[in-house]
Nanobody, 122 residues
Framework: QVQLVESGGGLVQPGGSLRLSCAASGYILSIHSMGWYRQAPGEQRELVAMIGSEYTNYGDSVKGRFTISRDNAKNVKNTVYLQMNSLKPEDTAVYYC??????????????WGQGTQVTVSS
């Protein structure tokens, strides 16, 4: 069993900031990458940001405003954070955490969290 626990969503005014976090736990040998996608009503799910051992990728619409980071300290291992600044109404969406990992059986998986709502509105 694998769990992705997301937190940090909510309502914020335009220009404000939010910080999302996602913690992975369970039958995980190693995580190759973790990050966030988002989906607005009527839209396709799109990349926000992903982080691997040696790279970070950002969606074009969030570059320069969002920053993804990964905490590998022993007590909070496999946790990623998404710092979202200068938020715009068009950032409103459900944000989904995603992890690509290898389990102890040496099988590879993509796993999604349940999603957390981010609403940017005055």
């Amino acid at each position: 069993q694998v769990q992705l626990v997301e937190s940090g969503g909510g309502l914020v005014q335009p220009g404000g900031s939010l910080r999302l976090s996602c913690a992975a736990s369970g039958y995980i040998l190693s995580i190759h990458s973790m990050g966030w996608y988002r989906q607005a009503p009527g839209e396709q799910r799109e990349l926000v940001a992903m982080i691997g051992s040696e790279y970070t990728n950002y969606g074009d619409s969030v570059k320069g405003r969002f920053t993804i980071s990964r905490d590998n300290a022993k007590n909070v291992k496999n946790t990623v954070y998404l710092q979202m600044n200068s938020l715009k109404p068009e950032d409103t969406a459900v944000y989904y955490c995603k992890a690509r990992y290898t389990d102890y059986a040496l099988d590879d998986y993509d796993y999604w969290g349940q999603g957390t709502q981010v609403t940017v509105s005055s």
